[in-house]
């Protein structure tokens, strides 16, 4: 459970101070607002960062490894096609453009998602500088 702090207020507190109390809460508040974003975009970077490092070496021993399998199978099939290496070229090809189509598509269909965290914050920052320009409107 969380420890709300209490909050003394004066009985003979005027309108004035109480604007004034409520001006200052308002600025700390937008004040931790832009601080979150701020966090949380780095977070963000960060993690996006740390990604696109891991993938390169994904992609640099993916590439490695498919490169060897190409080659593989193409001898395979050559070897059953009566020593035409191009028949095997030529199979290995066409199933790798087809399996690379699917996989693009997949990707550019991933990437066109969004991410909702920055987006959320951005949102609460903008209603709460509205909420702090116009007091008397809430």
């Known amino acids: 459970m969380t420890n709300i702090p209490q909050i003394r207020t004066?009985?003979?507190?005027?309108?004035?101070?109480l604007i004034r109390r409520l001006t200052e809460d308002?600025?700390?508040?937008?004040s931790d607002e832009v601080r979150l974003a701020k966090l949380?975009?780095?977070?963000?970077?960060?993690?996006?960062?740390?990604?696109?490092?891991?993938?390169?070496?994904?992609?640099?021993?993916?590439?490695?490894?498919?490169?060897a399998l190409t080659v593989l199978l193409i001898?395979?099939?050559?070897?059953?096609a009566d020593r035409n290496y191009w028949v095997g070229a030529l199979v290995v090809g066409a199933a790798e453009l087809i399996v690379?189509?699917?996989?693009?598509?997949?990707?550019?269909?991933?990437?066109?998602?969004?991410?909702y965290t920055l987006d959320v914050s951005r949102a609460a920052l903008k209603d709460t500088t509205t909420w702090i320009r116009q007091p008397t409107a809430h």
């Open 40 to 67: 949380e975009l780095h977070d963000s970077v960060h993690t996006g960062v740390r990604g696109a490092a891991r993938i390169a070496v994904a992609v640099a021993v993916g590439v490695v490894a498919a490169v």
């Open 26 to 30: 308002s600025r700390r508040l937008a």
């Open 100 to 115: 690379g189509w699917i996989f693009l598509r997949r990707g550019a269909k991933a990437i066109t998602q969004q991410s």
């Open 75 to 80: 001898a395979v099939i050559g070897l059953v």
């Open 10 to 17: 004066d009985p003979d507190a005027g309108i004035p101070d």
